[in-house]
T-cell receptor
């Protein structure tokens, strides 16, 4: 069965500095992987998805993630944080159904 | 294209009552999934419906049930409400379910007094 672990429950960065949100997964075979973002009192919005094509996946709002099979990781990055990036981020692994990580709260300081 | 619509947005109930939440998926989407989100347990999968049939079910008691209509709209029902049922209930739709990306509604926040 698949599972996902987000290694940080809270990440704090300054505006204009890089963002790194870490995610490790476990899966029986090649999974589909996703990152979602949730702003307060809102539903989840898809940032990007990996489905066994290119290992470096580009998403919306300048985010990207790299699939590393040898490390079973799918970390989310952004070169320069913006205040509007402050939100909760969820890493998701999917085989037959979707399994969500516990989430990482990103805080962006001015 | 309209997104996933959940009604109502907010709901207050008391213990022992029952509640029905509604979800209208994106037009053309046949898979609808329901999730419960709480600060303590995070996002937990409730069930998925596809073409009016429950295809997957999470680990929740039988008080939680759902159904899907021929137009793909879905309802979720919770009977004999408990304080612990207070949560944000999210609905998500996709074309066929499985490992396809899901599109989420803004949720129904249920508070139990």
């Amino acid at each position: 069965a698949q599972s996902v672990t987000q290694l940080d429950s809270h990440v704090s960065v300054s505006e204009g500095t890089p963002v790194l949100l870490r995610c490790n997964y476990s899966s029986s075979y090649s999974p589909s992987l996703f990152w979602y973002v949730q702003h307060p009192n809102k539903g989840l919005q898809l940032l990007l998805k990996y489905t066994s094509a290119a290992t470096l996946v580009k998403g919306i709002n300048g985010f990207e993630a790299e699939f590393k099979k040898s490390e079973t990781s799918f970390h989310l990055t952004k070169p320069s944080a913006h205040m509007s990036d402050a939100a909760e981020y969820f890493c998701v692994v999917s085989e037959d159904d979707m399994r969500f990580g516990a989430g990482t709260r990103l805080t962006v300081k001015p | 294209k309209a997104g996933v619509t959940q009604t109502p947005r907010y709901l207050i109930k008391t213990r022992g009552q029952q509640v029905t939440l509604s979800c209208s998926p994106i037009s053309g989407h046949r898979s609808v999934s329901w999730y419960q989100q709480t600060p303590g347990q995070g996002l937990q999968f409730l069930f998925e419906y596809f073409s009016e049939t429950q295809r997957n079910k999470g680990n929740f008691p039988g008080r939680f049930s759902g159904r899907q209509f021929s137009n793909s709209r879905s309802e979720m029902n919770v009977s004999t409400l408990e304080l612990g049922d207070s949560a944000l209930y999210l609905c998500a739709s996709s074309l066929h379910g499985g490992n396809q990306p899901q599109h989420f509604g803004d949720g129904t926040r249920l508070s139990i007094l």
